[in-house]
């Protein structure tokens, strides 16, 4: 990290899968991170694996679709850590059905922990990043953005992360803040594996058949998104912006 200035993160959905892994890679990268989750006691073992590691974090309870308790907990962190300048917009949820079958709360609950969750953080951080004159937001979008069946509302959730990546991009480039988008394939997480329970398969097999669509012949880890997210949240992403990269092991008809 070229500043000496240790630089705030939060990451939404960090309990888990690949919000913590973003969390603990983050750290170790020199940041100081709050670790956010629906429920702050969900976030305790992140925090203890980022501060064993020397790191410093804190533990945020949040439901990002409620504006209240965003502002609350933005302002938490900016008193707690400092003014955050980096943003990981990854809380998601499924909630999967053919359309036929799909209720409209289910499509209200997707598409308001992904969308609106990620338009009331972005929002409550930017002005944060506005005054550092420096900002890193990182939308997690997803290769189901493309299409995928039984996933209508997911699907529409992540191809709109990617259009809204997009104009943040245009409307926040002159204050020195970036805006891209990750997009997954198939990754093992506990989401994966409830899709794998849906599907009425066992994990191990569902990820063994998932592999062989797979060019590089195996399923991801939260670590490989990991990685593509600290990349888009350093100095050396400063002229990347607007853009959406799929971490998904290949390419994607």
Partial sequence: MSTTEQRIAIVTGAARGIGAATAIRLAAEGRAVAVLDLEESACKDTVQQITAA?????????????????????????????????????????????????????????????????????????????DAKFGRVVNLSSSSALGNRGQVNYSAAKAGMQGFTKTLAFELGKFGVTANAVAPGFIATDMTAATAARVGMGFEEFQAAAATQIPVQRVGRPEDVAGAIAFFTGDDAGFVSGQVLYVAGGPLN
């Fill in 54 to 130: 020397g790191g410093r974090a804190i533990a945020v309870g949040a439901d990002v679709s409620d504006e209240a308790q965003v502002e609350a907990a933005v302002a938490k962190v900016a008193e707690e850590l400092g003014a955050p300048t980096i943003l990981v917009n990854n809380a998601g949820v499924l909630r999967d059905n053919l359309l036929f079958k799909m209720s409209a709360s289910d499509w209200d609950t997707v598409m308001n922990v992904h969308l609106r969750g990620a338009f009331l953080m972005t929002r409550a951080v930017q002005k944060h990043m506005v």
